[in-house]
């Protein structure tokens, strides 16, 4: 094959795009194309005659024979979802299911949402995991021989920022690196089981340590409940999830961490005045670390009440199992029935583009999958060092430095933890809405100035105005960071890769947003000291000025779209998207902020502009 037909068939969806990798055109071609074509829509082009015996077949191969017609017309339907109208092999009740499905998209069986809510107390947990620390870093560090002042301040600060980071690091270098194995062996749902199981451990374990070293390697442990937990739900959620809410419920993950963050801080002020009883001292930091133990006991519980990924049962050839999980999150049979048979379709034509080779280099060989990964990547890295995380563990020091009291800390605190959390609110109808890529060009700039507003703050000499400043510049800062660089990262990392690649490109995303995390937790009471406050918080400021151009040029938007049109995004090169970009910047800044009249630019995709014209996925196992 010529490397112009090989060019031509990668880049079929998106005919107006030239191949930006020309050196390395064999293999990765060959497989962008496969990727591409088989993957699109495998039932496109068949005629309705043998799609419905096809179906009929497949029912009565698997089991569910009784359901037949069922599986016969929602194929039909599975193949062009825009078309259903046009079926005279549907009845008018068939139909007017289907049109519920666009007029009424938050009309669903009450198990899906309560499936929403097992992963919304899971992002509880994992918001507490990550904020008690902020209130007992007020007192273990005296008690465990790292006090934060005199002779050896500066060795001890790193402890300290060691001991934060423990969780974040072992989801680095470790947790997230199981939950491809964890979810191949025991399904989402056990995997959430088991990484729900070390955090409650690990908080009793925390509770109970009596050395610096001690605590950390029970917070390194924590981590094997972080990882994997973090790159399992958001899949999990996506996979259950119809398309036209996909966004709102995957989003759910960072809504409720923030919640978990805000009920951190609540634990903080309810323990802080309990004092020590005989042979237990520093009860206090001890109950608060312990905190987080509590809804991780309830995740267990409750985990094995939601049903398991229909695509991970279908991934086992468990189709009757599968059936049953989606007539469970489903409103009628024929919805599960199309949504079975077309997981099915596409897990097959999955292993037919299976090329052998290793899927963790796949992500960075195959140009496609490539450009999903820089761009999960950049989203996942900027969510750490636009700075939030600096507040989230350590705003209880920089309210501290800033004039207040130990109490009045903890309460700033809390306050910020409420506006991260009712501010995330918003983000459920406009992620699905406005945008991923919007919402996040939005918030950058104004994350920029905000940080700097505090930073700048501390330069301030009347204490009054310092700490009415300070806390104006962290609130105002939340209200931006939570509906766009809070929910987004994970949304968009759980939809952007390919399913054939989707469990190793999640457990890299999360694990470089652990490692991050980690170093942010490490080095910043260090550079509290080391830059100032003032140049603390402008370093970040300026992470988030790279962040907005790192967005603008190599992230693409994702919402509302399918497979089919991830594909054709993705396929564009990446020299060519940012360049567009460029162009678009201005336009957008005339149009939208200046409310000029200008000439509408030329598509950057085929879809833009007649989504009516595409074959949408029907189903939440396409996110």
């Given at each position: 094959m010529s490397k112009d037909i090989d060019q031509k068939d990668v880049l079929s969806a998106a005919p107006t795009a030239t191949f930006d990798d020309k050196a390395e055109v064999s293999h990765v071609d060959k497989v962008?194309?496969?990727?591409?074509?088989?993957?699109?829509?495998?039932?496109?082009?068949?005629?309705?005659?043998?799609?419905?015996?096809?179906?009929?077949?497949?029912a009565r191969d698997h089991g569910l024979g009784h359901l037949a017609d069922e599986f016969a017309k929602g194929a039909l339907v599975a193949q062009d979802p825009t078309a259903f109208e046009s079926l005279h092999q549907l009845s008018e009740e068939d139909k007017e299911i289907f049109r519920g499905e666009l007029t009424r998209r938050w009309d669903h069986p009450p198990m899906l949402y309560y499936l929403a809510i097992l992963c919304s107390v899971a992002a509880c947990v994992q918001g507490m995991d990550e904020s008690v620390i902020n209130g007992a870093n007020l007192f273990y560090p005296q008690q465990l021989a790292i006090p934060q002042d005199g002779p050896q301040a500066s060795r001890n600060e790193w402890l300290l920022g060691v001991v934060s980071a423990a969780p974040y690091l072992c989801c680095a270098v470790f947790g997230c690196w199981l939950t491809e194995p964890l979810n191949r062996m025991f399904g989402r749902r056990g995997t959430i089981f088991i990484s729900a199981f070390f955090a409650w451990a690990t908080c009793f374990w925390s509770g109970v340590v009596n050395s610096w070293e001690h605590l950390f390697v029970a917070r390194?442990?924590?981590?094997?409940?972080?990882?994997?937990?973090?790159?399992?739900?958001?899949?999990?959620?996506?996979?259950?999830?119809p398309p036209a809410i996909r966004g709102a419920l995957v989003m759910m993950w960072q809504t409720w961490t923030a919640f978990g963050i805000m009920l951190g801080y609540v634990m903080d002020l309810a323990f802080y005045r309990v004092p020590d009883r005989p042979h237990i001292k520093g009860l206090n930091w001890r109950l608060m670390l312990?905190?987080?133990?509590?809804?991780?006991?309830?995740?267990m519980i409750q985990v094995f009440f939601c049903p398991e990924s229909p695509r991970w049962l279908v991934s086992k050839g468990r189709y009757p199992q599968a059936y049953e999980s989606l007539s469970r999150l489903r409103k009628h049979p024929i919805q599960a029935a199309r949504d079975l048979y077309y997981i099915h379709v596409f897990v097959e034509a999955e292993k037919e583009i299976d090329t052998g080779h290793n899927r963790f280099f796949e992500l960075f060989t195959v140009p496609r999958n490539r450009r999903a990964t820089v761009a999960s990547l950049i989203v996942m890295f900027m969510q750490q060092f636009c700075g939030v995380n600096a507040i989230a563990y350590y705003s209880s020091t920089i309210f501290q430095q800033s004039g207040f009291s130990n109490v009045e800390s903890l309460?700033?605190?809390?306050?910020?933890?409420?506006i991260n959390f009712l501010m995330a609110l918003p983000a459920v109808y406009t992620i699905d809405t406005f945008g991923r890529r919007n919402l996040l060009l939005t918030t950058f700039p104004l994350m920029a100035i905000f940080l700097l507003l505090t930073g700048f703050a501390f330069f301030i000499t009347d204490e009054r105005a310092r700490i009415g400043i300070v806390a104006l510049g962290i609130y105002l800062f939340g209200c931006v960071y939570s509906p766009g660089e809070g929910p987004v990262p994970f949304t968009y990392s759980a939809e952007a890769f390919p399913l054939y690649v989707r469990e190793i490109g999640m457990s890299l995303a999360t694990a470089v947003?652990?490692?991050?995390?980690?170093?942010?937790?490490?080095?910043?009471?260090?550079?509290?000291?080391?830059?100032?406050?003032?140049?603390?918080?402008?370093?970040y400021a300026g992470w988030n000025i790279i962040g907005f151009i790192l967005i603008l040029l190599f992230v693409p938007e994702t919402k509302a779209l399918t497979l089919e049109e991830l594909d054709e995004v993705f396929s564009v090169p990446s020299e060519q998207h940012a360049w567009y970009q460029l162009k678009a910047l201005p336009h957008n800044i005339k149009k939208y902020v200046f409310r000029m009249k200008t000439e509408p630019l030329p598509p950057l995709y085929k879809h833009e502009g007649a989504p009516s014209a595409e074959h949408r996925a029907p189903a939440g196992f396409m996110a």
């Open positions: 962008v194309a496969d990727i591409n074509v088989r993957l699109a829509n495998p039932l496109e082009g068949i005629p309705h005659d043998q799609l419905m015996a096809d179906a009929s077949a497949f390194f442990v924590l981590g094997i409940g972080i990882g994997p937990k973090s790159a399992t739900v958001p899949v999990y959620a996506a996979e259950c999830a312990g905190s987080a133990g509590v809804p991780a006991f309830f995740l309460l700033a605190s809390w306050g910020f933890g409420m947003l652990w490692l991050f995390n980690g170093i942010l937790a490490m080095t910043f009471p260090r550079m509290l000291t080391a830059f100032t406050p003032q140049g603390a918080f402008g370093w």
